[in-house]
Each structure stands twice: as C-alpha cells, then as structure tokens.
C-alpha cells in the first residue's frame, strides 16, 4: 500500500505532508511486514520532521502463540532525536483471529541505541510490551479499524519508560483507493536530554492510499 496526505493552512504559513507505505506476507507458519511513514511539518518558525520505518517477522506456533522479531528506526526532531534504532524479539499470542477481526499480544526485550542533536548517544535494553488490534471487511466497500500501543519500560535507566500508539481508519470510495484517517502518539518519561522532562509528540493525519 501508499498513501499521501497534504495540507495547507488558510495564511500559507503552515504546511503539513505526510507519507506512508509498506508491504506484507503470510503464510500457515510464518508472516512479515515492513512499514515506513514520514510526517514533514514546515511553518513561519521552524520545520519539524518525523520518521519511522520498522521490519517484523512472526514464526506461527501451535495454538495461538508466535515468535517475533523486530527491528526499526526512528527519527523525531521534535522530540530533538536525531535517530533510534531497535532491535528485539520475545514472544506473542493471537486472543482473536477470524475473518473480521485480529487482536494480539506480546512481551519480549530490546536494545536500543538513540541518538540526540543536543546530548550524544545513549544505549539501553528495554523490556517491551505490546498490543494492536484490527477489524477490517473486504467486501465493497472495504474497511479497515486499528490501533497498536507499545510501551517500553527501561531495564538500563530506572525509572525511564517510552510509549508509542497508532489509531487508523481507512475507508474504500473506490476500488483499491481508500481514505484514511490516523492519530499517532509518542511520550518519554525521561529522555536523556538537558533537564530530562518529559517529552510528547502527537498528531493527525488525513490522506489518500492505494492498496495493490
């Protein structure tokens, strides 16, 4: 799938692009996804940029239960990162699997290497806990509902934990061409930074995608 989204504030001081993609497999014993968005925001101040593109690949087990692996890469000038990279893996399991519906769950670990504009790089290893959930219908028009939450408490820096979250909705108009709308979410209860406050960023994208 692509998908394209572009705004305009009324005065011409506030632009916003956004950019998505990305491409899956499945099989009876195994599955893959990788995902890429970029999020550009220009406006009379500043220019703030957000990038992220992850790689999963489940193993199927007996029953509802899968290994997993992952890797991604982030980069947020709003929250002053210049890059994040993660590698981890752990253990999951599907509470739902129909023909309408996915949800599940899984914990694992993760090492992780950031590195800010104002303060270096940092290493730390993560424990990870996550969760998303889908409902879809593939009769036209073909509909899409989901969301993910990943929280990622510090096993390296006590106290420290981050948490990401994505809610989407596409919709089909015409065939293979949806709309979507998607919230997304990022927080840091300590970022190794000057002052280590906490740090957010959040924002809500429209666009338009092509699915193949």
Do not use: C
Not at 17 to 27: D, P, T
Not at 170 to 193: A, M
């Amino acid at each position: 799938y692509v998908s394209a989204g572009f705004d305009l504030s009324q005065s011409g001081d506030n632009t916003t692009f956004n950019f998505a993609g990305g491409l899956s497999s499945r099989s009876r014993v195994r599955e893959w996804s990788l995902d890429g968005t970029a999020d550009l925001t220009d406006d009379s101040a500043r220019r703030t940029e957000r990038y992220d593109v992850s790689g999963v690949q489940r193993r199927l087990l007996q029953g509802q239960n899968f290994y997993q692996g992952q890797l991604s890469f982030t980069r947020n000038t709003e929250l002053d990162l210049n890059l994040r990279s993660q590698f981890g893996g752990g253990l999951g399991r599907y509470f739902v699997r129909s023909n309408s519906m996915e949800w599940r769950a899984g914990a694992g670990l993760a090492y992780t290497h950031e590195n800010y504009q104002s303060e270096g790089a940092f290493d730390s290893i993560e424990l990870v806990l996550a969760t998303d959930f889908s409902v879809f219908r593939y009769d036209f028009p073909e509909t899409d509902i989901g969301g993910s939450l990943a929280l990622f408490p510090s096993l390296t820096k006590s106290g420290r934990y981050r948490a990401e979250g994505d809610v989407h909705a596409n919709y089909e108009f015409v065939e293979d061409l949806y709309f979507q709308l998607r919230v997304y979410g990022s927080y840091d209860s300590e970022p190794p930074t000057e002052g280590n406050s906490p740090s957010g960023d959040y924002g809500v994208v429209t666009s338009l995608g092509y699915k193949f």
